[in-house]
């Protein structure tokens, strides 16, 4: 499909796939693609411009011409995200906006759509993909697969203390009850859903920390990249 090396980061929501893939895209110095934001700015998106989640060509259009900017981020920190002009990064973050983006990520027209410009992100010297279907459906043929899981209490634990770090006031059983609806509703959707590709390394993560979890992800990609140059 294309000779550029991609590392796939695959898993639900909360498993720290987001601050790994950044993290070790910076470390690598290679691209990073957050799949999950463009599956988020098409929820924004249509509820700006009041696109209602059942006109599924509306949608798919919407998603097809997106007007959204990556900012570049020197620190590792999450950079800015523009859409249509607009910084929409921390809407673009909200549970409300994380859940429609489920919902719109279950069209297989909003999918087709956004095929070419996330396959558009593998550029050299490399790129960490974070998403979903990174290693089944987008980059089947990346150099390495991971696939990070943890138990829906660790991740709403996790979701918790991220949010009340923020200062929003939320409910620990309400989030278990949220990541659990929105894992059904991405494992159990007929268009990409949510699983590991056969040839992905499955790590839970339950009883780990991000710096464990990076280091044993460094290792597997040491490993594999070295395996690679010798071939
Ligand atoms: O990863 P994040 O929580 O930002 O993703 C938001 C939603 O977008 C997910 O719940 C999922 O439904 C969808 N998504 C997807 N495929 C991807 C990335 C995200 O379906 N590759």
């Not at 290679?30 to 700015?41: E, I, K, M, N, V």
């Not at 570049?72 to 673009?92: A, F, K, M, R």
């Amino acid at each position: 499909m294309n000779s550029v090396a991609v590392i796939t980061i695959d898993g639900p929501s909360g498993s720290g796939k987001g601050t790994i893939s950044r993290m070790l895209a910076q470390d690598l110095g290679w691209h990073f693609l957050d799949s999950g934001a463009l599956y988020r700015l098409v929820a924004l998106g249509a509820d700006k411009h009041q696109i209602p989640l059942d006109d599924q060509a509306g949608l798919a259009r919407f998603a097809r011409d997106l007007d959204v900017v990556f900012t570049h981020s020197q620190s590792g920190e999450e950079p800015d995200v523009l859409l249509e002009n607009q910084v929409v990064t921390s809407e673009l973050r909200t549970e409300t906006c994380g859940n429609r983006a489920s919902q719109v990520a279950a069209i297989p027209a909003v999918r087709q759509a956004l095929l070419d410009r996330q396959r558009a992100f593998a550029q050299p010297p490399g790129l960490v993909a974070d998403g979903r279907d990174m290693g089944t459906a987008i980059f089947p043929d990346a150099s390495i697969k991971i696939f990070l899981t943890a138990s829906a209490a660790e991740r709403a634990q996790r979701r918790y203390k991220q949010l009340k770090q923020k200062g929003f006031d939320v409910s620990l059983a309400a989030l278990v009850g949220e990541i659990t609806e929105r894992d059904a509703r991405d494992s159990q959707r007929q268009a990409s859903p949510l699983k590991p590709a056969t040839d992905a390394i499955v790590i839970d993560t339950s009883a780990m920390n991000i710096t464990e979890v990076l280091a044993k992800i460094k290792h597997i990609c040491q490993q594999r990249l070295a395996d690679v140059s010798q071939q």
